[in-house]
């Protein structure tokens, strides 16, 4: 399976370079045996109860940075995973690459310094903690096909309502339509919520560059799966409910802790790769936004739901104008039965 069998042609006019008005403002493509057009706010409607929600509660940290070299130049970090309390590891742009030993300024009070460098990223050692510093300095990282500077709307909007675990670099943008009334109005229907945590890192912007797709290999990120919430989709399934992933994150944790077949508690790292061919065992539908072409995230979302349909979906999508990308609108897909 080729890199080009998950390619799609689309007008750079669809990207979504800021949010809708209001968070469920967005649109609802579903995706079962046939296609059908939504407001999002539709998307209670096809919940019932005893289906249980679940959620990636990752908080996006203010990762980016701009400093200077010694010798006056500038340069942008974009903290990539704080490691220890000064330390972190970082995607580094300056016109040269700063060499082991050299220093990047911020302000006064914070100065990282370069302590190697491993493939693109950068191990930095602050002079502060390094969450000092981000919460002075930092600012809201926007996934680089916005082309844009993260403005002060993009501080509340570029998070999810029930973010409370720091440590992303990313948003889980499916999450991003849900406002406290939507919220409220799942639980009104006897539907159940589960929040996991994956932080996202800047990785999941990175294209994949192997033709093969077989070949590439996914970032780590780190994931947290409770027992309680394994408990939860467990009594889930027995009772005749369905598990709704919101979001790819969310795919990505729930099928990272059931490795073995039956879901349990997990703590760590995954590099959980997931393309066509994959059987699902903790995810029976999935609320995600529109992915980039030839993407891992695409390909997560076309072994849900197969490809060909995935793909026919996203030409419906083109052609009807939907909104692409972290900010663009949604779909709701159920898994392909063939």
């Given at each position: 399976?080729l890199l080009t069998d998950f390619d799609f042609e689309l007008p750079p006019e669809l990207i979504a370079r800021y949010p809708a008005k209001a968070r469920p403002g967005s ?231 059931s490795g073995d077949g039956a879901i349990a508690p997990y703590d760590g790292e995954t590099d959980i790769f997931i393309w066509p061919g994959y059987s699902f065992r903790s995810v029976d ?54």
């Amino acid at each position: 399976m080729l890199l080009t069998d998950f390619d799609f042609e689309l007008p750079p006019e669809l990207i979504a370079r800021y949010p809708a008005k209001a968070r469920p403002g967005s649109r609802l493509l579903v995706v079962a045996e046939r296609l059908s057009d939504h407001g999002f706010t539709d998307f209670p409607t096809f919940l019932a109860a005893g289906d249980l929600l679940v959620f990636n509660d990752t908080r996006v940290i203010p990762a980016r940075l701009r400093g200077t070299k010694g010798s006056g130049g500038k340069v942008e970090v974009l903290v990539e995973r704080i490691t220890g309390r000064t330390t972190a590891i970082a995607q580094v742009r300056a016109s040269k690459s700063p060499k082991p030993g050299s220093r990047i300024l911020f302000d006064e009070r914070c100065v990282a310094t370069v302590a190697g460098r491993a493939g693109g990223m950068y191990t930095l050692t602050f002079s502060e903690p390094v969450m000092t510093c981000l919460e002075r300095q930092g600012e809201v990282p926007l996934p680089p096909y916005l082309d844009r500077d993260a403005e002060a709307a993009d501080d509340e909007r570029y998070q999810t309502i029930y973010a409370r675990t720091p440590g992303a670099v990313a948003a889980p943008t499916a999450g991003l339509h849900f406002d406290q009334q939507m919220m409220q109005q799942t639980l009104e229907l006897g539907v159940q919520h589960a929040f996991v945590t994956l932080h996202v890192g800047a990785g999941t912007f990175q294209p994949l560059r192997e033709p093969e797709v077989s070949a590439n290999r996914l970032h780590a990120e780190r994931i947290v799966v409770s027992e309680a919430v394994c408990q939860q989709v467990e009594q889930t399934r027995a009772g005749g409910g369905r598990v709704i992933a919101v979001g790819t994150t969310s795919v990505r944790a729930l099928e990272a802790a059931s490795g073995d077949g039956a879901i349990a508690p997990y703590d760590g790292e995954t590099d959980i790769f997931i393309w066509p061919g994959y059987s699902f065992r903790s995810v029976d539908i999935l609320l995600t936004n529109f992915h980039l072409p030839q993407s891992s995230l695409l390909m997560l979302v076309a072994a849900f739901a197969g490809r060909q349909r995935t793909l026919a979906a996203y030409q419906h999508a083109v052609a009807e104008r939907y909104r692409f990308f972290s900010y663009g609108d949604a779909m709701l897909l159920y898994p392909d039965r063939e």
